[in-house]
């Protein structure tokens, strides 16, 4: 059973920075992919980054290019951060965590297997 865990969610302004965790648990969790998506209220869920197993590639929605930066703890494997910087209002939504258990990385919701509870985050202008 794998489990994902966010943490680091909250309110900001606008250009400030905030830094989300996610706790994997779960055997083989170490070799999966992890993504990272939002939601905003009335809207579908989409793809913000994603990092592979090894944490050597990552891949980043095209909004958020240049202001957020996910990683990988390198001695676990087991914990992911997405930093965010220069937030801005249109930021604003839940931000869950995922686990791919098959593919490098990819951007479809659907592909990933696992997701965690997700975590608030609100950029205020």
């Known amino acids: 059973q794998v489990q994902l865990v966010e943490s680091g969610g909250g309110l900001v302004q606008a250009e400030g920075s905030l830094r989300l965790s996610c706790a994997a648990s779960?055997?083989?969790?170490?070799?999966?992919?992890m993504g990272w998506f939002r939601q905003a209220p009335g809207k579908e869920r989409q793809f913000v980054a994603g990092i592979t197993w090894s944490g050597g590639s990552t891949d980043y929605a095209h909004s958020v290019k240049g202001r957020f930066t996910i990683s990988r703890d390198n001695a676990k494997k087991n914990t992911v951060h997405l930093q965010m910087n220069n937030l801005k209002p249109e930021d604003t939504g839940v931000y869950y965590c995922a686990a791919d258990a098959v593919n490098p990385i990819v951007e479809g919701q659907f592909e990933y297997d696992y997701w965690g509870q997700g975590t608030q985050v609100t950029v205020s202008s």
């Open positions: 779960g055997r083989f969790v170490t070799t999966y992919a």
